[in-house]
């Protein structure tokens, strides 16, 4: 049974730092990994996909990395801003099937 | 380009009252539709989805229903209202074993 880890829950860095949010799966089978963003009352914001058959991802500021063998995928964050404090939400989904695994998440709190 | 709508926004409904949520999905065709609830300070529970009008699967036995009239269409329905029913309700759309796309939420209490 697939399930999916977020360390740490909660992380506050200063304005300009790089970070890096984890995400670890217990299993390792072909699955596609999805980030999300959710600001408090809102709905998730998807923010990278990576397929079971590719390494990484990036848009921006972010770079999603995935590795099978060791059952993680990593979000990496340049140059962070006060308007990147938000809640990141990891998925897995098994290609061809319909349920999406959550990881509880990391609060991230971006200080000025 | 694909929108999602959630009604209505927030919704306060005394214990016992019955409920019904609606989502609808713009721009795409043929979608597996989802409800999510997240509860104050946890994660998000899957409670239904649906991969095709009138297939609906469910994924927590609770006093819970939902339902798919037409293609674009997710509704969330209960007949009497629990306590224990409070909490922000996301509907999502997506293609099987794609990205998945969420609408705004409900905030729901259950007074």
């Known amino acids: 049974k697939q399930e999916v880890t977020q360390i740490p829950a909660a992380l506050s860095v200063p304005e300009g730092e790089n970070l890096v949010l984890n995400c670890s799966f217990t299993?390792?089978?072909?699955?596609?990994l999805q980030w999300f963003r959710q600001d408090p009352g809102k709905g998730l914001t998807s923010l990278l996909l990576?397929?079971?058959?590719?390494r990484e991802q990036t848009s921006g500021r972010l770079n999603a990395s995935l590795d099978k063998s060791s059952g993680r995928s990593t979000l990496y964050i340049a140059a962070s801003q006060p308007g990147d404090s938000a809640t990141y939400l990891c998925a897995a989904v098994r290609p061809g099937t319909y349920k999406y695994i959550f990881g509880t998440g990391t609060r991230l709190k971006v200080l000025a | 380009s694909q929108t999602i709508h959630q009604w209505p926004a927030t919704l306060v409904q005394p214990v016992g009252s019955p409920l019904s949520l609606e989502c609808t999905v713009e721009?795409?065709?043929?979608?597996?539709l989802y409800w999510y609830r997240q509860a104050a300070g946890r994660g998000l529970q899957l409670l239904f989805y649906?991969?095709?009008?009138?297939?609906i699967s469910s994924e927590v036995p609770q006093n819970l229903s939902a339902s798919r009239p037409q293609d674009r269409q997710f509704i969330l329905s209960s007949k009497k209202l629990l306590l224990s029913d409070s909490g922000f309700y996301l509907c999502?759309?997506?293609?099987?074993?794609?990205?998945?796309?969420f609408g705004p939420g409900t905030r729901l209490t259950v007074t």
């Open positions: 990576i397929q079971s058959s590719q």
């Open positions: 299993d390792s089978a072909i699955y596609n």
């Open positions: 999502a759309w997506g293609q099987t074993g794609f990205e998945q796309y």
């Open positions: 649906s991969v095709g009008i009138g297939q």
């Open positions: 721009g795409t065709s043929n979608p597996n």
